[in-house]
């Protein structure tokens, strides 16, 4: 099958879903350079007389003002990771592959459509096509439109479409970054019992955080999966000098019903006896599965939800009060990876699902 | 008291000790900016009749030739380490400060005094003044004559006047630094159970070494204190990923008893389940105090020998199968410290024992 770049990027929202979807993958838009793209999702926007437009910066936010009862929020990510040699897109075996293929131009695609051919949904829906979700989180197009219309988010209910596998994922687990540094006492390895050597007590660390393994946690019938890990060590003065410091970087993965509070007070009760600076922690996102938006969509899928383990911007839309779910198309193991892909038969899983619960 | 640095490097050998010692402090000498001082050794050993001398780069070598039964070397390095803020020298509470002072310019006054005073020593004498001792290996001045001219270090006994507080410290301990690859399996730490934390799994690694100690050896009735040691720790990907490797270098030091092999066979045999790779071994040297030259130093001083802990040129003349040990001035602990000094009264006793010895 040929298929080709576009020449401008217009895109054919109301079309095929997999063109569509292909279409987005070719328009490069790596965190940062989202112009192009940005441009092109504004513009077939503006034409659906339904919807009223606004862009900030190189994101994009689509609503219906219908006044129905309830609002609900689909939101996804217009950027992606730097190509790895995976451009342009390429269809193989009912499977879309290329940059972003996975995370997330097929739930871009899913969304824009339903946007487009939506035209008037059984709930008020507001559609938000964002910049830098894989940069800085200073730089998160969802934040900035946090910080400067906080408005635009307001819902019921955010669906993030983010590749969830096409089953519905409840809230987030938070996380936290600490660095537990060890000390010691520096002296020649040649007279090694004058120091005190910062590596080899940094052993008791390491096997504690071994130790901790992983404990479930159930939330709204969800089950979460905290973790903790070692994931950095650094100790090193020169090869015949006994080290005076270890320092041990560890990555708390906690259950949302956890708050940062209570997830830096369990690192710093597992290390009495070191220094922890904890040097990054984000809430997670309760999965909020009762409330009624979201109990409504479940039950139209008919499937049972499971926890997100990771951390999504779904806890930007919880920071916000709103509930929040992860609902896409695509394997979340194969964001980021060079073959990364969606299934064809996905898109259009996820596609009908929300056509039918917006018009049911 | 005033002291100025000398106008040109011009020394007095056969005068005052600490005068001599402070002279050669002035003379600033870091590894590879010898010139001067060699110049200004040189030119004080060339006008010493009973000396043959010979220039070899900036290293110099003077000989006596008066047929005796035993030949025995004296030799220190010109090199210092880099100055800090500690020149010129300074004479306070009868101790001689600056750079070098204690490693080694005191033992190179006793050696430059000796040669110059000892016409006709009971034994013959060869003095070797040598540059690049505290630069990388390859450019040890000592390293050089032995590989060019070998037949200079020759001998019967070799003494380093390396720092030894004016006591004999008989042979040296080998080391050797090795890399121990702990492995393990990436995974995004939201979902660890699907890889293998690397860090977590090095705490073993770290335990063991911990658990090594200090092994007493006695060799030639001399205590040599092994110790084994983790000097760096290296782990980490990202700061949500778990880590796949962890490198922890290990520095061992070992009894000259020990050879390179069954160090390293010992450093493996400790560590079957990982990969070890053996970056730098290299030999101490055996004491070598039962040798006839050796004993009678010993007896005409009259103190304990004790063992030498850390790694000296010493080696250097034990792998030219010349038995070697370390006697000279200064506390070796000072070494490299911005504030080391060397006391008079060692400069003196050092220089009395050896022309007592080399007359007697």
């Known amino acids: 099958m040929t298929h080709t770049l576009p020449e401008a990027a217009v895109l054919r929202p109301a079309g095929d879903l997999v063109e569509?979807?292909?279409?987005?993958?070719?328009?490069?838009?790596?965190?940062?350079?989202?112009?192009?793209?940005?441009?092109?999702?504004?513009?077939?926007?503006?034409?659906?007389?339904?919807?009223?437009?606004?862009?900030?910066?190189?994101?994009?936010?689509?609503?219906t003002s219908l006044g129905r009862a309830e609002r609900v929020v689909l939101a996804g990510h217009l950027d992606t990771v730097p190509a790895c040699d995976n451009l342009p897109s390429r269809l193989v075996d009912d499977r879309v592959y290329g940059l972003g293929a996975c995370d997330m131009k097929g739930g871009v695609a899913v969304a824009l459509q339903t946007a487009m051919t939506v035209t008037a949904p059984t709930r008020d829906v507001t559609y938000v096509f964002y910049?830098?979700?894989?940069?800085d989180a200073a730089r998160n197009g969802l934040g900035i439109i946090a910080a400067a219309r906080p408005e635009l988010l307001a819902g019921?209910?955010?669906?993030?479409?983010?590749?969830?596998?096409?089953?519905?994922?409840?809230?987030?687990?938070?996380?936290?970054?600490?660095?537990?540094?060890?000390?010691?006492?520096r002296a020649h390895t040649a007279r090694a019992w004058q120091g005190v050597n910062a590596a080899h007590r940094a052993a008791e660390v390491l096997r504690r955080l071994d130790e901790h393994g992983v404990r479930e946690v159930v939330v709204d019938g969800l089950v979460y999966r905290e973790g903790l890990n070692a994931v950095a060590v650094r100790s090193g003065v020169a090869s015949n000098v006994v080290p005076d410091t270890c320092v041990v970087t560890v990555n708390l993965r906690f259950a949302p019903s956890c708050s940062p509070q209570?997830?830096?007070?369990?690192?710093?009760a597992l290390f009495p006896e070191h220094e922890v600076d904890v040097t990054?922690?984000?809430?997670?996102?309760?999965?909020?599965?009762?409330?009624?938006?979201?109990?409504?969509?479940?039950?139209?899928?008919?499937?049972?939800?499971?926890?997100?383990?990771?951390?999504?911007?779904?806890?930007?839309?919880?920071?916000?009060?709103?509930?929040?779910?992860?609902?896409?198309?695509?394997?979340?193991?194969?964001?980021?990876?060079p073959d990364e892909y969606v299934p064809v038969a996905e898109l259009h899983a996820v596609r009908a699902a929300l056509t039918d619960w917006l018009t049911g």
């Not at 940062?32 to 190189?58: F, K, M, N, Q």
């Not at 383990?309 to 695509?330: I, K, Q």
């Open 20 to 63: 569509l979807t292909r279409a987005l993958v070719d328009v490069a838009s790596e965190s940062g350079s989202e112009a192009a793209l940005a441009d092109a999702v504004e513009g077939a926007l503006r034409a659906a007389p339904h919807l009223t437009v606004e862009r900030i910066g190189h994101s994009v936010v689509a609503r």
């Open 131 to 135: 910049e830098c979700e894989e940069a």
């Open 156 to 185: 019921d209910l955010a669906i993030l479409l983010e590749p969830s596998g096409g089953l519905v994922e409840g809230g987030c687990q938070g996380f936290l970054t600490a660095d537990v540094t060890v000390r010691g006492r």
């Open 262 to 268: 209570e997830a830096e007070a369990r690192v710093r």
């Open 280 to 337: 990054e922690v984000v809430a997670g996102a309760l999965p909020g599965l009762g409330r009624p938006a979201a109990a409504s969509l479940l039950a139209r899928l008919g499937t049972e939800p499971r926890a997100k383990l990771g951390w999504t911007d779904v806890a930007r839309f919880a920071a916000a009060g709103v509930p929040a779910l992860n609902f896409g198309p695509g394997d979340p193991s194969l964001a980021h990876t």
